[in-house]
């Protein structure tokens, strides 16, 4: 693929600011954007003339046929161990820089007591470029969020009064993983009746039962990118009260459609949702972020919260659009799109219904 030499190059324009000479990348979705390669273990040692892939006897075929820009470094020990056989082969620096956020404790404590380095910490080095995605990668979220469309289609025609949870949840992955999907995006969220009031409930043995909210949350990981999509549905009819919050929700979730733009902080983002939900008198059952960059991780930048004040939406990044309202005892609705951020506004990916009944 064309696009690792191009990335490596703009991550390195980033270790200029912070006078970075020797970065080690290890958290796994960066190593895989950086070089391609697939493998579970390994390190990436990047300075500014050289890249080098650090991997042990299992993957080094794979890390030669995957990362043919890396020179390879063949580990006989765990980097996890002491990274005395990668520093010995990468020539001894005396200074580098670690992403921080994908190291642990115990991890730096034996790193700092084996080794005559200066390990320094760096955030963020290469998230804000993941954040961005290029064509190629839009085509393969595409992908992901076709395939996720499809398994929607699949599961309204499998939904009915008796199914639980589990079985629903499990239909819907056989349906993906035998349609073309690698694994799924992330553990499929089935939440019926007052379930549906728990954001990230897990599928249990819990009934389907006719006119209650049932609260669908799931996506597709193909060619290493995910998609994630929330619908909610009821099944045969719904009362008063399940007709008025999804109509809140759903209101609140095309004016956030209709108003997200790139240049927009995250915070101003999440308003154009959240000011719906708080003019409907539901502000306070509304306690997460709006939406969160969708990629190689189910969870990236860019952010849409409250917190996320001076984070600026980039043109070009992916976001998840879920407003919601839960309340305990009841239950929960909430829908969610997959969307990229354009200057003027956004593109909407997914293509299901969001009929409230079916």
């Known amino acids: 693929m064309d696009a690792y030499p191009a990335r490596l190059a703009r991550l390195r324009e980033r270790f200029e600011a912070p006078g970075i000479t020797a970065l080690l990348v290890t958290q796994a979705e960066n190593r895989y954007y950086l070089s391609g390669f697939t493998g579970d273990a390994g390190a990436l040692f990047i300075t500014p003339e050289h890249a080098f892939l650090a991997t042990d006897s299992r993957y080094w075929e794979q890390a030669e046929r995957q990362a043919p820009d890396y020179q390879l470094v063949r580990l006989k020990s765990r980097l996890e161990e002491s990274p005395a056989e990668l520093l010995e082969q990468v020539g001894q620096p005396k200074r580098v820089w670690f992403e921080s956020a994908a190291v642990t404790v115990d991890q730096f404590i034996i790193w700092q007591a084996a080794n005559a380095v200066e390990w320094l910490p760096a955030k963020n080095m290469v998230e804000p470029l993941r954040a961005v995605k290029e064509e190629a990668e ?43 999907a690698e694994a799924l995006a992330f553990e499929t969220i089935v939440a019926s009746g007052p379930n549906g009031a728990m ?32 619908r909610t549905v009821s099944l045969g009819h719904a009362d008063a ?45 509304f306690g997460h972020g709006l939406g969160h960059g ?10 849409a919260s409250r917190l996320a004040a001076t984070e600026r939406l980039p043109a070009g990044a992916t976001l998840t659009v879920e407003p919601g309202v ?30 409230s009944i079916i």
């Not at 085509?139 to 079985?167: H, M, N, S």
């Not at 969708?294 to 952010?303: D, T």
């Open 294 to 303: 969708v990629g190689l991780a189910i969870h990236e930048a860019p952010r």
């Open 326 to 355: 839960y309340l305990a005892g009841w239950g929960g609705v909430r829908l969610e799109d997959l969307v990229v951020v354009r200057e003027a506004g956004v593109e909407v990916l997914s293509r299901s219904h969001k009929r």
């Open 241 to 285: 009260k399940y007709a008025e919050v999804f109509e809140v929700v759903y209101r609140a979730q095309q004016a956030a459609l209709e108003g997200i733009h790139a240049g927009m902080t995250g915070a101003e983002a999440d308003a154009t949702a959240r000011t719906v939900i708080v003019a409907a008198g539901y502000g306070e059952h």
């Open 138 to 180: 839009l085509a393969l979220i595409r992908k992901a969020v076709a395939l996720t469309d499809a398994g929607f289609d699949f599961v309204c025609g499998l939904l009915k009064p008796g199914l639980t949870e589990a079985e629903v949840a499990w239909q819907l992955e056989v349906y993906l993983r035998t349609h073309g």
């Open 199 to 230: 954001v990230h409930h897990r599928a249990g043995p819990r009934a389907l039962q006719p006119g209650e909210p049932i609260v669908i949350d799931f996506g597709a990981m193909t060619d290493g990118y995910r998609s994630d999509m929330t």
